[in-house]
């Protein structure tokens, strides 16, 4: 089957975008035009355009004369990342409940609860579990939103743990957020259980973060420095 032109560029953009998430080409690297024209078998021109998309994504910066410069994460991203999870998600989950099937639910625990599990694997199913959620809300600017953030979210846990830093086991606090949507228990409770959730990646994510003595790049803002002074407690 032949492909158009407006096919490989799509193409060629969400390849290079999944490798940017998945830290293939890890934040702090730098790429160069040619190459990936070369890797890929395209002339520069889409690589150009994907390039430009990525950049307009916040994945990558281009840096004349010097290259295609793979962008950090910040204590910063890893603060307004878990903002919006913390406010949306919770709202998510209250208008996705009546819509969730129950079998799906089931097939989540089954599997979260699988210790033959790779680590990627974990990874993908815990954003699968999440956006599984999300995706019920029936709200389609919520659903974009999210989709955003839990790529950044995803590059956040992947560039972490390639630095040998221990990522929060969340399997129990999935299965008990699965239950009680099983169970039907007072929305709110449920609600409260992501939230909690939520809230312990957070603190993991930002001790790693915080670890590495980024602290330069928090913004002069009262939260950021509240949230720094209760892990360096």
Known sequence: MAYSSNDKKNYLYLT????????????????????????????????????????NDGYIKVLPKKGIYVTEISISDVMQIFQA????????LKLAAPYLNR????????????????LSDSLRLDTA?????????????I?????????????IVIASKQNQVKIHNAKKEHT????????????????????????????????????????HSVPENAQYKEELQ???T
């Open 16 to 55: 290079l975008k999944e490798k940017l998430i998945t830290c293939v080409y890890p934040p702090g690297s730098l790429l160069n035009e040619v190459q990936l024209a070369q890797e890929y078998g395209v002339s520069r021109t889409p690589v150009r355009e994907a390039i430009g998309r990525l950049e």
């Open 85 to 92: 999870r913390l406010e949306l998600e919770p709202v998510a």
């Open 103 to 118: 079998e799906e639910i089931n097939m989540f625990k089954e599997r979260l609860n699988d210790d033959t599990l790779s």
């Open 129 to 141: 579990m999440h956006l599984f959620i999300i995706e019920h809300c029936g709200n389609r600017y």
């Open 143 to 155: 659903i974009e939103i999210m989709r955003k953030v839990f790529d950044d979210s995803t590059r």
């Open 176 to 215: 008990q957020i699965l239950d009680s949507l099983l169970n039907k228990d007072d929305i709110n409770l449920t609600a409260e259980l992501m939230r909690a959730h939520i809230e312990t990646c957070k603190r993991t994510s930002l001790d790693y973060f915080y670890s590495l003595g980024f602290s």
């Open 230 to 232: 209760k892990i360096g």
